[in-house]
């Protein structure tokens, strides 16, 4: 520690900082104009409890600047849903991108998107959350700058609010509802409250399941509530929602839940983009482990693709790529597991 106030020290590769204490970190980027293009530049980059699944920002030529970046750190299974300007991450020109696996971080990777020079907006995207950095080099002069932070987990003094849910979902299944929720970010997480309502007004505890312990990849949990069709036999519907509860006693609340107990939702799909391009993420939220059959018809019933797809207890996203031959119009997309199929219309 210099000065008994900061740590620096010089870095080719990604890096992970962690602390038990709060802490500000700064990104120095070198430069000097003469020696190599650019002046020095400081940028912030936003704490991992701060990303983001969409931002906007500015590509600009002020002062002669030639060349644009932008470095984003992102789940590693996200790289698929990846979108630059429009563009899947996969289709970009090589020439003008690169990935690799973060270093240092376990199921994270690092993306780089270049361009030349222009004043331009810029818009990126993705199904996973991310952070990332820009900037532009030039022969005298350079820019840099964080793309964009999340606020949802900060509490109104500044702190980090408990872990960030990834997706959350709530399914009748027989005479039970089955609540599964996948998790990021959980540091320093104690507990899981589920609690049920009747009116999505007053709710009471239904169980408490412990966290599995501390991972920025986080995990995915299961709760059963179990006989609650016969408690409520005269309910057409159960609410649900989240507790999350840190070790230091602040909470946190998810969205709420409604589980119709008129029927039983073994899995429930739904599609994104709406409408879609050259690829389209199908989201299966299903109660158990089976494996689906997805598969894309035209109005008249041919099929034009299918594929199969292992999925789990809770949401699963499975991408449909090669669409961008299809010519524009309505296409019928169907998913079928445990002998039943739900079937959607896509638009093109």
Known sequence: MTLGKYYKFTSTTADYIEA???????????????AQDGDPEMV????????????RFYRNTKENIFSQYVTIVIPTNGLNSLRIDGDLFSVIPTSLKYSYPHPNLSGYSVAVRKWT???AQCIIQSDSAFTGITYGLGGA????YNIGAGIDSIGPDGSVLP???????????KENVVINWKTVNEINTDHYEIERSIDGIDFARAGTILSKGNSMNGYSYVFTDKDVAKTYRYKKALYYRLRMV????????????????????SFSVSVSPVPFKDMVNVIVNTVGESTALIAVNDLTGRTILTQNALIVAGNNTITINELDK???GIYVLSVTTNGETIRLKIVK
């Open 20 to 34: 038990d204490k709060p802490i500000m970190v700064a990104q120095f980027i070198g430069g000097g104009c003469v």
């Open 44 to 55: 912030y980059p936003s704490p991992f409890e701060q990303k983001i699944k969409k931002t």
């Open 117 to 119: 020079a222009e004043k």
């Open 141 to 144: 002069e350079s820019y840099g």
């Open 163 to 173: 872990v960030a849910l990834v997706s959350i979902s709530a399914m009748k299944a």
């Open 246 to 265: 840190d070790k230091d006693g602040s909470k946190k609340y998810s969205t709420i839940k409604k589980v119709s107990l008129e029927k039983n939702e």
């Open 326 to 328: 299809l010519s524009k």
